[in-house]
């Protein structure tokens, strides 16, 4: 093993946000790359075998400048950050964070954390039909609804509609209290949620009114034929196959459609037979629809989602054997 030690200039301001709250994300690079991060007048000094000091100086390089386009730093942004930096993907990391998806009603620039999120975006774009597979906390909906938003606001489509089937985490909605839209409402919050945010609570309140925006559980479509709709899908590993092939043939002119789903958590009846894993099976070679797979990897809400995410996989691998 060879032992390097090398310094980089960065500036008091740049090392202070690049540190993180209790040096936190320098804890996250001495881990990472087996090396102590010191800091010294000109900025840092990386010491340890030499491969861990030229890869942890590479994120170093493309964190600050990260900081210096505005992007604030956290523990999960060095993590993934520094994987690309290990598989030689570095170079699109500052692409990565200019590309703006959409823009909230206050403003806040809505983006893509990891290169699979983006290329989840750019396949929404490209295709009529985009099937989204992965773990909790990926943004497979967030994003969908992000894009959404941007296209009515364009002028590319007249409606959002949002729907997901009936069947929850082993609560069903006969179980809760109230009418069907008192059920219906807690169970479809998280949708309700993005869209306030991309809209405001205001103006959304007013495309629901004139049901330019709709929100419904899946049974609703049966019959429909939804023409210049952003149609999307959500927790589809709860569709039955028959549900499935319902719901995609309710699409009509002008229509873009993304269908998220996580088939590690699958709630339906034992023995039922999931529908988003049919789809993905047999669809993913027609001109016009993408399958996206994201994994723990992409994971972008806190930290510990990443490592509940991991631990539940090696559970599961580890039952296999």
Known sequence: ?????????????????????????????????????????????????????????????????LIKQGQPINKVIVERCA??????????????????????????????KTLAQRAYCRAIKKNTLTFAVGPAGTGKTYLAVAIAVSAFKRGEVDRIILTRPAIEAGEKLGFLPGD????????????????EEMFGVDNYLSLIEKGIIEIAPLAYMRGRTLSRAFIILDEAQNTTEEQMKMFLTRMGDGSKVVVTG?????????????GLKQAVAILGDIDGIAVCRLTDKDVVRHELVQKIVKAYDKAKTNDKQ
């Not at 570095?90 to 893509?112: N, S, Y």
């Not at 069907?180 to 869209?195: G, T």
């Not at 996580?262 to 999931?274: A, E, F, K, N, V």
Request: charged residues 30%; aromatic residues 4%.
């Open 83 to 112: 994987d690309m930096v290990e598989t030689g993907d570095g170079d699109d990391v500052l692409d990565l964070f200019r590309e703006t998806v959409a823009v909230t009603a206050r403003g806040k620039k809505i983006i893509c």
């Open 180 to 195: 069907l839209q008192m059920k219906v409402d807690p169970y479809l919050r998280p949708l309700y949620d993005a869209l």
């Open 262 to 274: 996580d088939i590690t958590q699958i709630d339906l009846p034992i023995g039922g037979r999931s």
């Open 1 to 65: 093993m060879i032992s390097a030690s090398e310094e980089i200039t960065l500036g008091n301001d740049i090392f202070f946000k690049l540190s993180g709250a209790l040096d936190g994300n320098l804890e996250v690079m001495q881990n990472r790359f087996g090396v102590r991060i010191s800091a010294v007048d000109t900025g840092a000094r990386v010491s340890g075998d030499k491969e861990g000091v030229e890869s942890c100086l590479r994120l170093i390089r493309l964190l600050a400048e």
